[in-house]
T-cell receptor, first 110, second 116 residues
């Protein structure tokens, strides 16, 4: 299957700091999704991206569909304790299933 | 997210037991999925049902048997599982517009399965 490289694997930041994470692949994707998973719960959709270069915000979260269509980025501004969790990217090749990254674990230190 | 409900939330079973996982979606979607989530690994797609017809198997061992009686319900029947099958099993649904829709999948909270 397709491999999505998600980085960093984990982050420890101070409350109030901005966060950046990304997802890359050797393949060209036509859809990118970003999810957050809290302990004991399933992934929750944060942002969906459908066009190269697309920049979409959801509150303090902003995600971008890379111009090359091989990557995507997620930024969180002014982090708060409830941002703690694991963030997953998912990419879809045309006419194929979604492939998921291994996740970025975010810890916010008050 | 209450749109997709999975039961039970936790399940401990021996290798010779037979059990079933249940998933119900209240989102009006027409596609449902089973995923396996293991530590440090990406989500693994197991089964896809679109309009109640199975369209993807992904070479899952036969000890896992899915059933989709209608577009709102999905089951995963388990039989003679192995210790390496211990994982979080996630159900998802989406609005399917074709064999592989680009519509986002909405997940349940999963069943944590432990095989003794």
């Amino acid at each position: 299957g397709q491999q999505l490289n998600q980085s960093p694997q984990s982050m420890f930041i101070q409350e109030g700091e901005d966060v950046s994470m990304n997802c890359t692949s050797s393949s060209i994707f036509n859809t990118w999704l970003w999810y957050k998973q809290d302990p004991g719960e399933g992934p929750v959709l944060l942002i969906a991206l459908y066009k190269a270069g697309e920049l979409t915000s959801n509150g303090r979260l902003t995600a971008q569909f890379g111009i090359t269509r091989k990557d995507s980025f997620l930024n969180i501004s002014a982090s708060i304790p409830s941002d703690v969790g694991i963030y997953f990217c998912a990419g879809q090749l045309a006419g194929n299933q979604f492939y998921f990254g291994t996740g970025t674990s975010l810890t916010v230190i008050p | 997210e209450t749109g997709v409900t999975q039961t039970p939330r936790h399940l401990v079973m021996g290798m010779t037991n037979k059990k079933s996982l249940k998933c119900e979606q209240h989102l009006g979607h027409n596609a449902m999925y089973w995923y396996k989530q293991s530590a440090k690994k990406p989500l693994e797609l197991m089964f896809v049902y679109s309009l109640e017809e199975r369209v993807e198997n992904n070479s899952v061992p036969s000890r896992f048997s899915p059933e989709c009686p209608n577009s709102s319900h999905l089951f995963l029947h388990l039989h003679t599982l192995q210790p390496e099958d211990s994982a979080l099993y996630l159900c998802a649904s989406s609005q399917d517009t074709g064999r592989y829709s680009n519509q986002p999948q909405h997940f349940g909270d999963g069943t944590r399965l432990s095989i003794l």
